[in-house]
Each structure stands twice: as C-alpha cells, then as structure tokens.
Nanobody
Framework: QTQFVQSRGGTVQPGGSLTLSCEAS????????IAWFRQAPGKERVGVSC????????YYAGSVAGRFTISRDTAKNTVYLQMNNLKPEDTGIYTC???????????????????????WGQGAQVTVSS
C-alpha cells in the first residue's frame, strides 16, 4: 500500500516559520518530481514550490520566492517545505504531490489536480494570523 503522509499544519503569527513534510511509504521518491500546492479560501489550488526528479532544480512561485524552501531527504524518503517570514496571504491548505511524468519543476507545479499525480498528500491547513 502506498501512502504519502503529510505532517500537520498549524497557526502561525505573521513573520513566523513553519515546516511541512510528506513522508512516502510503499514507494520511493527517487525519480519523482515533487510539488507543493496551496489552496487559499475561495481560490484555486496553485503550485507554490516544486522540485525536479533528480532533486537539482527548484521552482518557486513569485509570491513565495526567497521565503520558502523545498527539499528532499532520500534517506528518510521525505520531502519538506520550509516556510519563513509567513504572511497572512500564505494562509491555505497545503498539499504535497509526486509524479514521474513531469520533466521540469515548472511542469510539476502547473497542474494542481489530484488525478494528474500518482501520489497525493492529505493536505494540511496553514493559517497565518495574529
């Protein structure tokens, strides 16, 4: 049985930090492009950060560039999204996804539809509020 188990989100004050993780079980993250999506209230799901299959190339949406960092620990079979200097507009449900079909991280971030990814996390609410 394959699972992509996501850590819980939380409530953070503006300017604070939070790290999300997704641990793969039953499959390896090697050779999979990784995506982190965010769905803000009343808005469509968008890709905020993605990682190429070989882990060497990253993509960040303009709104998070310089504040978020995506990474992968192959030994732990886990991916992370470190979020710093969080802003109220970062509030939303964050979901990780993985698939081998995407040749670039931009491509991996472009879809945001669960059925287009082999592996999909359960989502975590992140609220940035004072």
């Amino acid at each position: 049985q394959t699972q992509f188990v996501q850590s819980r989100g939380g409530t953070v004050q503006p300017g604070g930090s939070l790290t999300l993780s997704c641990e793969a079980s039953g499959f390896t993250l090697d050779d999979l492009a990784i995506a982190w999506f965010r769905q803000a209230p009343g808005k469509e799901r968008v890709g905020v950060s993605c990682l190429s299959k070989n882990g060497a190339v990253t993509y960040y949406a303009g709104s998070v560039a310089g504040r978020f960092t995506i990474s992968r620990d192959t030994a732990k079979n886990t991916v992370y999204l470190q979020m710093n200097n969080l802003k109220p507009e970062d509030t939303g449900i964050y979901t990780c996804a993985a698939d081998s079909v995407y040749a670039t991280p931009q491509g991996a971030c472009s879809q945001g539809i669960r059925g287009l990814y082999d592996y999909w996390g359960q989502g975590a609410q992140v609220t940035v509020s004072s």
